[in-house]
C-alpha cells in the first residue's frame, strides 16, 4: 500500500513537472537585453533573442529571466518566473550583481542546464564582464558543455546589462597653494555604473589614512579639484584620491607632497658695508 502510494505520488510530481516546466508557449515578462548565440557541442548553436519572434534572455541584477532557442532542443527556460511555477518548482540562473552566475535552466529535452559547477572542482561556471561579454560553459547531462564565447568569434553571447562595481579613480597633480594648504586633483575615468556620492582625499605622514577632505553629491566621470587645508608647512604627506559609491569605495594612488617653507626676509641697516665674498643664504 505504501509503495503504492509513492509510485502515485512520484507520477504526480513528474507530471507537474512536465505541465509546469513546459515551455513550448513562452511568455514574455520583458523584452530581453541579450543577444548573439551560445554553442552546444551535441546539439549546435543556441539563440539568445530574435528580436521578431521571440524576445530572448533578460539579464538583471539578481538574475537572467526569459527563453533562448535551440532548433533541435526547442525552448529554454532561464527562471520559474517564466512560467509562473516557482511555488511549485523553484528554478532559475541568478546573477550576484557582479556577473557571476549560478543556478540552473529548465529544457524539456534537455532537462537542466546548470550554470556553474558547485563542486570542490569547479569546472565551469558562465560569467559576465565589465563590458557585457559572456564567458565560460553551462552543463546538460544530456547534451554536455555549452560554450558562450568562441575565440575565434564563430559565436558570443553578449548584453547590455553591465555589473556594478566601484569606481575607478586616479589620483592626480598637485598645487601648493600656501605653506600649510594644496590644492590636488581627483579623476574618476569610470562611476562602476552608479554615480558616486562621495568624492575627496585621504591623506597622512605615511601611505595611512588619518586624514580625510571630501564632498558629497552626484558626480560622474571626469575630474575636479579639492583644496586640503591645515597641514604643517616643510612636511611630507601622502595622499590619495577616493570615490564612493553604493557599490564600494574606489581609491588612487598614494603620492607624496612636501609643503613649503616659508622664506624670512633678510633686513639690511644703512650704511652697512659688505667685504668681498661675503654670500648671503
Not at 185 to 203: C, E, L, S
Request: with cysteine; glycine share 12%; proline share 3%.
Amino acid at each position: 500500500m505504501l509503495e503504492r502510494f509513492r509510485e502515485n505520488l512520484i507520477k504526480y510530481i513528474i507530471l507537474v513537472l512536465v505541465v509546469t516546466l513546459s515551455t513550448s508557449r513562452p511568455v514574455w515578462a520583458a523584452p530581453g537585453n541579450s543577444s548573439d548565440y551560445s554553442w552546444g557541442e551535441k546539439f549546435g548553436y543556441i539563440q539568445w533573442a530574435d528580436g521578431a519572434n521571440f524576445e530572448g534572455a533578460l539579464v538583471a541584477d539578481d538574475g537572467i529571466t526569459g527563453y533562448l532557442w535551440s532548433e533541435k532542443t526547442g525552448y529554454i527556460s532561464l527562471s520559474c518566473s517564466n512560467t509562473s511555477s516557482c511555488v511549485t518548482i523553484d528554478y532559475g540562473v541568478s546573477n550576484d550583481g557582479d556577473g557571476n552566475l549560478t543556478g540552473y535552466a529548465w529544457s524539456e529535452k534537455l532537462g537542466w542546464i546548470s550554470f556553474d559547477d558547485s563542486s570542490v572542482n569547479n569546472y565551469y561556471q558562465v560569467t559576465i564582464d565589465m563590458d557585457g561579454n559572456f564567458s565560460g560553459y553551462a552543463w546538460s547531462e544530456k547534451a554536455g558543455y555549452i560554450d558562450m564565447d568562441d575565440a575565434g568569434d564563430l559565436y558570443k553571447v553578449t548584453t547590455t546589462w553591465l555589473p556594478v562595481s566601484e569606481p575607478t579613480v586616479i589620483t592626480g597633480g598637485f598645487t601648493v597653494t600656501a605653506t600649510t594648504s594644496i590644492t590636488a586633483i581627483i579623476g574618476i575615468p569610470d562611476t562602476g555604473g552608479i554615480n558616486p556620492t562621495v568624492r575627496g582625499f585621504k591623506y597622512g605622514l605615511t601611505e595611512a589614512d588619518t586624514w580625510d577632505v571630501h564632498e558629497t553629491g552626484d558626480f560622474s566621470t571626469g575630474t575636479t579639484t579639492l583644496e586640503i587645508t591645515g597641514l604643517t608647512k616643510g612636511t611630507v604627506y601622502y595622499v590619495r584620491a577616493y570615490a564612493t559609491n553604493t557599490e564600494g569605495t574606489g581609491y588612487g594612488a598614494y603620492i607624496p607632497i612636501n609643503t613649503t617653507i616659508e622664506s624670512s626676509p633678510v633686513l639690511m641697516k644703512e650704511q652697512i658695508i659688505l667685504k668681498e665674498q661675503v654670500i648671503l643664504k
